[in-house]
C-alpha cells in the first residue's frame, strides 16, 4: 500500500493518496460528534455544554502530540524521497522515544493541572462536576492518541494513507457502539462517553502500532538502528517542535476563544460545541488534503523534483478553491438543518446562535483552505517556522479581535474575527513564498 508521490498525474496522484486521510479524519470527528449527538439528545444542553468544552481542550492538547508526529513525518518523507533507509530507521528509534517522553510528560501535568485547567476555561458553576468526571477519564486516553498519530504519521510518509483509515473504521463502529451502550443502557453519564471514546482510541493506536512494527519492512528496526545521532535527533527536533508549536499555538487560540465564549453563558456554550463539530467536519477533509500536499512536497523536495512541485502548487489551489466556495454554500444553506443533528427544536437560543455562526464563519473556508495549503507546504520544505508564524498571525488576529470586539457586539465579533485571521495570514503567506521560495517560483 506504500505509494511514491514523485511519478505520475500529479492530482491524480495528490487525491488517491489524501482521499483516504479525508476518510479517515471524518472518521475520527465521529468520535467526537457520536459523543456531541448522544450527549446533546439523551443528556441534555449542560452535559453538551461540558463536553464542548472539553473537546476544544483535548484538540489542544492533541494538537501538541500532532505536530510532533507530523514533524517527523516531514522528515521520514524527505528520506524516503532521497532513498536513505538507514536514516529514517534511525530517525524512527529516535523520535519515538523523543515524542513518547513528551506525551507522559503531558499526562501527568494535565492531570495534576486540572482544576487549573477548569477555571481557566471559565466554566460554569452547574457544570464544573461533570466536566471534571469527563476529563479525568478522557485525559487517560492520551497515550493512545499519541500511538495512533505517530504511527499514522510514519505510514502517511511512505504514501500508505489506507492503513490508518481501516483501523479508524474500526475503532469508530467500537466508539458508537459503547457510546449506545454506555450512555444509553448502562446510564453511565458524560463519563459513558468519554469511556467509550478511550477505549475506541486504543483499540487504533494499538492497532496501527503493531502493523507498522511487523508488516512495513522500511520500519524495521534491529539494534543496529538503535543508537544515539544527535544531527538526525537534531533535524526531528527542529521539524517536529516547530510544527508542534504551530499546531498547538493554533488550538491554544482556539482554546482561549473558548473561554471568551464560556463566559455568554450555557446557551452560547452549547451552541458553539455543536457549531464548531460541523465546522470542523466540514472543513476537515481539506485540511488533509492540505497535509496530502505536504507529504507530496516533501518526497518530491527530498528527490529534487522542484518543477513537480510547482505544477503540484497549482493544481492544488484549483482543487482547494473548487472545494472550499462548494462547502460554504452547503453549510450556509442547510446551517438549520446541520444545528438539528444536536440539538433539540425547542432549543431556540442555541439554534439562533449556532446558525449565525456557521453563516458567518461558514462562508469563508477558503481562507482556511489556503491557509492548510501553505502550512504544508512550509512544512515540507523544511519551513516549518514560517508554519508557525502564519498560525500566529492567524490565531493573534482571532483572539485579539474577538476580545476587543465581544463586549461592543456580541458573540458575532467572535465569529467575524475567525476568517479575519485566516485571510491576513493567507496573504502573509503569499508574500513570503513569492519572496524568499524563488527555486519553486522560478522553475
Known sequence: MNQTLTRGNITKTMLLFALPMMAGNLLQQFYNITDTFIVGKFLGKDALAAVGSAYTLMTFLTSILLGLSMGNGVFVSICFGKKEEE???TGTFLSFLFIAAITIFINILVF?????????????????????????II????????????????????????????????????????????????????????????IAQYIAGIGIALYTIFKCPVFHIKRIH???????????????????LQQSVMNFGILMVQGLVNSFGTAVMAAFAAAVKIDSFAYMPVQDFGNAFSTFTAQNYGAGEYGRIQEGIKKAILTVT?????????????????????????????????????????????GIGFLFLLYGFYRAVKKPGMSLILTIVS????????????????????????????FLADLLGYIYYKKSCKWAVET
Open 87 to 89: 536514516r529514517l530507521k
Open 112 to 136: 495534576a493541572g486540572m482544576d487549573f485547567l477548569l477555571v481557566f476555561l471559565n466554566i460554569p458553576a452547574e457544570i464544573h462536576e461533570m466536566m471534571r468526571q469527563y476529563l479525568w
Open 139 to 198: 485525559f487517560w486516553g492520551l497515550a493512545a492518541v499519541f500511538l495512533y498519530n505517530y504511527f499514522t504519521a510514519l505510514l502517511r510518509s511512505i504514501g500508505n494513507s489506507m492503513v490508518p483509515l481501516l483501523f479508524l473504521v474500526v475503532s469508530t463502529i467500537v466508539n458508537i457502539a459503547l457510546d449506545l451502550l454506555f450512555v444509553i443502557t448502562f446510564r453511565m453519564g458524560v463519563g459513558g462517553a468519554a469511556l467509550a471514546t478511550v
Open 226 to 244: 538503535m543508537r544515539w545521532d544527535s544531527s538526525i535527533l537534531k533535524e526531528i527536533s527542529q521539524l517536529s517542535i516547530l510544527t508542534c
Open 322 to 366: 473548487i472545494f472550499c466556495l462548494s462547502i460554504s454554500a452547503l453549510v450556509c444553506i442547510f446551517a438549520r438543518q446541520l444545528m438539528l443533528i444536536f440539538v433539540q427544536p425547542h432549543e431556540t437560543e442555541v439554534l439562533a446562535v449556532g446558525i449565525q455562526y456557521l453563516r458567518v464563519e461558514g462562508s469563508f473556508y477558503i
Open 395 to 422: 490565531l493573534g488576529t482571532r483572539v485579539a479581535l474577538a476580545y476587543a470586539t465581544a463586549g461592543t457586539f456580541g458573540v458575532i465579533g467572535i465569529w467575524l474575527a475567525i476568517p479575519i485571521g485566516w
